[in-house]
């Protein structure tokens, strides 16, 4: 073992002397490395980013607070990131000019970079899903913003604005179909951080990068156990954390896919993700469940304005790894996450998602015969002006007292309704309907 890890190890309270370390996992921003002891018990050491993440001691106090108001919330040991502190007392250890962290090692678990089953995304929206539900009464406002403006579109917008006018490497006329695209959906990609300014969305705990691997399975039952890479948790939105997990885990195809006819947006894995999350997370308000489609559609085009003013700037964020990779990149990254993650993500979900299944998954159907009593059922319309998709409240009314069988009946009946030619018609005219159910 490193000699150098082996002094940064005994500063921790370990159970007994280390043994070895080695590296472990294929994360790309902290390096990792697996610790054993004499014991046999295993450790998790980490060398943190501190170019990423300038604020070590902000970052540290997030992902304490976090674990330990989380811990309140679960007796399984294996439910929530337990940080060893060192000997004095602290969180991590600034040493050999680096900074470092040690966790228990969660034993019995499974972390998957890509979903080998339908089930195993439905798991991870239950782990992100149920993470966003115990800390719903986290005071989120207290929380250090690690990342300044990290999922601000409008300041993304900014930037990219900035960096055109500068046109550094000479490149935006290369890109004008791209640039267009993303100046046009500018105002609709101001939604959620509007609604978080006025007060109409409720600030919570978000991740900030929710993909797969970052939600721990047992190994044995694949079930969620919880939720780790904490670095990015800050104050924002939790459509920031839907929004991304539908980004990167219904894409038909990889962020590097050269034929662009494979990039789409699977509705099925929408449906998947939408159900586990919002069952996992009942404390959703109206207003987010309303907006869980602009989540989609706002982190898409993100991450695709990102892309695209890294593109005019240079390159310097998204590294190259090969030779053209910068000109393919344009080619394909920016096409894809801006024309197919944004058009044709629009484009589907105007034809498809307000189906009966969508809203039976954000409704959290399973759940609708469980009682007499029916929480209040609410008529949704779907507005498609111009590739729009907005989805917003419009009546509401009480169905208490409703056996299962006759709620299902009307269901039933409104999904007819949105399948047959009647619907289509209406499609034209910019309405459709369907059923979702908000916790209230």
């Excluded at 993470?131 to 999922?151: G, M, R, S, V």
């Excluded at 990219?160 to 179909?177: G, I, K, N, S, Y």
Aim: include cysteine; proline fraction near 3%; aromatic fraction near 8%.
């Amino acid at each position: 073992m490193n000699e150098n890890l082996f002094e940064v190890l005994r500063a921790f309270r370990l159970d007994a002397k280390p043994v070895s370390c080695e590296p472990y996992g294929c994360g790309h921003i902290n390096v990792t490395y697996l610790a054993v002891t004499e014991s046999g018990l295993r450790y998790i050491l980490q060398k943190i980013n501190n170019n990423t993440f300038r604020d070590v001691a902000g970052l540290m106090e997030n992902i304490t607070a976090v674990t330990e108001f989380l811990r309140t919330k679960t007796d399984d040991p294996r439910g929530v990131l337990t940080l060893v502190k060192t000997h004095d007392g602290a969180s991590y250890l600034h040493a050999q000019d680096a900074y470092w962290r040690v966790y228990d090692f969660v034993e019995d678990s499974i972390c998957l970079q890509l979903p080998e089953t339908d089930e195993d995304f439905y798991q991870s929206a239950v782990g992100f899903g149920t993470f966003q539900q115990l800390l719903t009464d986290f005071p989120a406002a207290k929380l250090h913003e690690t990342i300044p403006n990290f999922h601000n579109t409008p300041d993304r917008y900014r930037a990219l604005l900035e960096t055109l006018e500068r046109d550094p490497m000479h490149r935006a006329a290369q890109v004008q179909p791209e640039i267009e695209f993303a100046l046009a959906w500018q105002a609709e990609m101001a939604t959620i951080q509007n609604a978080l300014t006025a007060g109409e969305l409720p600030l919570r705990v978000t991740h900030n990068d929710t993909k797969l691997n970052n939600v721990l399975l047992d190994a044995k039952t694949r079930k969620a156990l919880c939720v780790i890479d904490l670095d990015t948790v800050m104050p924002g939105s939790s459509l920031y954390d839907f929004g991304d997990s539908i980004r990167f885990g219904a894409a038909t195809a990889a962020e590097d896919e050269k034929d662009l006819s494979k990039m789409e947006m699977s509705l099925d894995r929408f449906r998947v993700f939408t159900r586990g999350y919002v069952r996992a997370c009942p404390g959703l308000t109206a207003k987010e469940l309303e907006l869980l489609p602009m989540g989609a559609k706002n982190m898409t085009m993100e991450c695709g304005v990102r892309f695209l003013t890294d593109y005019l700037d240079g390159d310097h964020y998204f590294a190259v790894h090969r030779d053209g990779q910068a000109h393919e990149r344009h080619e394909v990254e920016r096409r894809a996450r801006l024309q197919h993650g944004g058009k044709r993500f629009c484009r589907g979900a105007l034809e498809r998602l307000l189906e009966k299944q969508v809203a039976a998954c954000v409704a959290g159907q399973p759940q609708l015969g469980e009682h007499c009593q029916l929480h209040a059922v609410r008529r949704c319309a779907l507005h498609g002006g111009d590739g729009l998709l907005r989805v917003e409240r419009t009546v509401g009314h009480a169905q208490r007292g409703r056996d299962r069988a006759g709620f299902e009946k009307t269901v039933d009946h409104d999904a007819s309704v949105l399948s047959n030619g009647k619907t289509r018609s209406a499609k034209r005219s910019g309405f459709c309907g369907c059923y979702i159910i908000p916790r209230l």
